[in-house]
Each structure stands twice: as structure tokens, then as C-alpha cells.
């Protein structure tokens, strides 16, 4: 007759029951060779830095010559004290914030480059996956690149963690936009200051990162904010999900999945130039959901998808199309 | 950030390193061997009573020691074998949750007792009976229940593994041992 009192003793039956049942040295080795083959990051092909460096040079030029004719007397030696010299409000339109339920309250933020913010309402026909703040946008930042939270998962798995890329140095509820020292250290209006942030496995922390927000382990993408673009990166930096697509959504059009969904993944990453430093208003949105069960987003607006910057790929609506 | 402070970035693009480079800037070769000699059992017999099936089990364990030797660096010291722990219920959470169709259409996989051999087990049945009927029990229960009976953690400790609070645990747990007794009862006529 069996009992509830030999749970107690679970821990010795189980271990005698299952003695038999060894992580073998067939196993080590298997994991040390595992571990070898992640260790080894892909290298960067060339080919897709030159012309993303260039656009970058080419948009920067662009800026510079705007600033001068609108300015006047704006300083020249550096394209961001020339920014903030510019007294004409500048609209960085962000991705409509926030799950369904926040979809009410998901907004266009309006900045001018010299620390001040709003958000105006704006409607978004995608659903967006970004968590929604009461002013700022909910995020962290890493090293000068800025993150914004998603709104799911609400705690992303343990297993899903990697390695720690920051911490946050500085909480600000209401952080100022033209504290570029605040920027460039880890800075969130939403997780507290010492949290660690932790690369997300499968994702390059320029992608996407993990912080804990409130208890709960949330994900951070990477986006274009207060002038803060992708810099000399290239699409494929900042949304680093080839080969791990599981499902391809771009509202308003259709679905595709699995290899499919990879297909139509690497003909935009390819083929993808950088048209804006920043992310424009857009309310299609293309969403990727991973083989990890992750998803990202990135806005649409023409041909254009918007991220962490504007990058105008009309080979990737035509393949998209194709494969419906 | 302040002038001096601790930022703390690990930049993946520093080209491709081998191995040995890696271990010192992630965990260091010997530890990854303590604690895989210490909790990989652990880990794989925890997977296996889980997920009953041994491939499963295998792979969950491989991913689980596949994540320590790369970012176990940062684990608390005195903390890895909550992580381990923590990492394999997810992993299996996972996996049991991917295999639900398959479930619904196969069945749920019987839980194999895989003994030592130069082992003299006494009451067989009985035990069977128990690691059977908690295998059967439904995965939020079964991982609770396991991580309590079969890992000896607190309540305290199993809440913060799971992201979940303290009542809610022991709530798991007390349902978990009703289900229990009537899973041995039907174990029982089973015979």
C-alpha cells in the first residue's frame, strides 16, 4: 500500500530508480563540442558594412547640410552639437506602443533634440508589440544603443538568458534626451539602477537584450531613439534573426512560415539600405516570431521597415508577396 | 554614467575565438568540470522524470550544461545548482510544451525506471507506483512537486526559481499531493 508519506523519500527513490541513468562521458564531450560551436561568433561579412557605412556617411552629410542652412551659425565641428543647436522641433516617430490593450494609449513620441519629449496619439493597424510609457518610451540602454521593451513576453525563460552585457548605472523615471553621458552608460526609466541586463541566446545584444523590470525578466529591442540610430550597423546587426524564423506576419497582407519565412528573412537582410537613422511612423508592422517562441517587430511604412533606423527594401515586399 | 564607473559590455564581435580563449573570459575549464561532475546527474535525471523519455532528457541536459560553460561566468558562486535547476525546468517546460500535439495524438510517454544494475531495490512496486503517479501529475504540479521531494529546495527558494510567489507554490503543492493520492489510489487498482 502506498502513501503520501513516501514523497517524503522521493529524493533516494527517485535517485535509486533512475541509478541507472548517468550523464556519460559520451555527453561531455558532446557539450564541450556544443559549447565550441557557439562560442565561435559568424563573421561579419564585409560586403554588407561598406554600403551600410556609406549610407550612414551619406545620411550624417544630410543632416549636417540641413542643420547648417536652418542654423546659420550652428557649430560645426560635431554633427550632435549641431543637432541640439537646432531650435525646430524634430518628430522621431517611434513604433506604436504597446499590446492590444494598449493600443488606446500607443503613441507617436514628438522630441525636440534639446531634452524635451511628448507623446501625441497616433492609431497603428498592426498590432504593436511594444510596451507603452507614460511619456518616454519604457527602456534601457547599452553602451549609447537604446532598447525598448516589449510588451510580451511579460518574463522571458531562464534558458533563453545569455551572457551579461550591462547594467543599469542610472535609473531616471524621466530621462533627459540630451544627456548623452546618461545615454551612453546603462540608462532605464524602468528597471532599476544595478539590474543587470543579459544578452537574449540566439540574438546578438544589438538585437535585443533582457532586464528585470518589477520581478518579471522582460525583453528590450533595439531601437532608434532621441537620435540614436544604427549608427555604422547594418540591418542584420540590429535584428539578428536569420535562419531562426518561425513565422513571418506583415499586417494587412498575409503570413508566412517556416522556410518561407526564412527565405523572405534573408532576401531583407540582404538586400536592405539604410534610408533614415531614425524609424519614420509607419502603421503596417512586420512581425517575427522566432524558433525560440521570441517575437520582434519592425514598423512599415512604403517600402520602407523601421526598426532601429529606416531601411528600404522593395526586394523584400516583392519576395514576401511571391511566396504567399 | 559616472566618471569610472563598472559598465560592464561584452562585445561578441571580437572575432572568432577557440575554446580554451573562451573558458577564461566565461566559466573556467576545471569548474565546468566540478559542477558537471557534481549536478549533471542531477540535471539529467531531473529532465528524464520530467519529460520521460530519455532523448529528451539527454538533450535538455546537453542544452542546460551547453548554457553553463558559456555564460555561467555569471552565477552566483554558491548559486549553480538553482541555476541548473532553474534552467532545466525551463528547457523541459519548453519541450513538454512543444510535444503537445504529439501527446494528444500518441499519448503521454510511460515513465521507464531505468535502476542501477548492482542495485537491490526493495518494494519495487510501491516506488514505481510513487515516480509513476508524479510523473502523471500535471507539468506545473510536477515540476513543483520535484523540485521540493526529489531536489530538496524550500518553498522560499522554488518560488524565486519560478518567478512565482511563495503561495502560489505551496497552493501547487498542496494540490499537488491531493492529485497525488488519488493518481496511487488509481495506480493501486491498477495492478
Known sequence: MNDLKSLDQLGPIANEMLGGLHADKRMRLAIRRAAEANAAPARRPLRRLVPAACCAALALMCVGVTAARLGGNAPEANPSVMLAAEPAVMAIDTIAAGDGSDAAAAGTLVADLGGNAMVRRAEADGESLFAAGEGDIPLVTVNGAVYQMLATPKDVGGALLGGQVGTVQHHDAQPSLAASDALSAGLSNVAAEGTAIYAISGLAETTAVAAEVDGSMRVFQRVSYAGRGPGGLGLEDTFSVRGQVKRLELSGVGTLTGDAANAAIDVLLDHAVLKSADATARRQTLTVTLDSGLRLQLGVSGDTLCGCGGWSCPEFFEAFEAAL | ?191
Open chain 2, 1 to 191: 554614467m559616472k566618471p569610472g564607473g563598472s559598465f560592464v559590455y561584452m562585445d561578441k564581435r571580437q572575432g572568432v575565438k577557440t575554446l580554451d580563449e573562451n573558458v577564461s573570459a566565461q566559466l573556467g575549464a576545471a569548474q565546468f568540470e566540478t559542477l558537471y561532475e557534481q549536478y549533471a546527474d542531477d540535471v539529467l535525471r531531473m529532465a528524464y522524470f520530467y519529460l520521460a523519455d530519455r532523448h529528451k532528457a539527454e538533450d535538455v541536459c546537453q542544452d542546460v550544461f551547453v548554457k553553463l560553460y558559456t555564460h555561467g561566468h555569471t552565477i552566483e558562486p554558491g548559486r549553480e545548482k538553482a541555476w541548473l535547476l532553474r534552467v532545466t525546468v525551463n528547457c523541459c517546460r519548453d519541450l513538454w510544451r512543444g510535444a503537445w500535439l504529439k501527446r494528444v495524438v500518441l499519448g503521454a510517454p510511460t515513465l521507464e525506471l531505468i535502476p542501477s544494475q548492482d542495485e537491490t531495490i526493495e518494494q519495487k512496486e510501491e516506488k514505481a507506483e510513487l515516480m509513476r503517479a508524479v510523473n502523471k501529475l500535471p507539468a506545473a504540479f510536477r515540476e513543483t512537486v520535484l523540485l521540493q521531494y526529489y531536489q530538496g529546495l524550500g518553498i522560499s527558494e522554488i518560488a524565486q526559481m519560478l518567478n512565482l510567489p511563495e503561495g502560489t507554490i505551496s497552493s501547487r503543492l498542496s494540490r499537488a499531493r491531493k492529485k497525488l493520492s488519488v493518481l496511487l489510489k488509481e495506480e493501486e487498482q491498477g495492478e
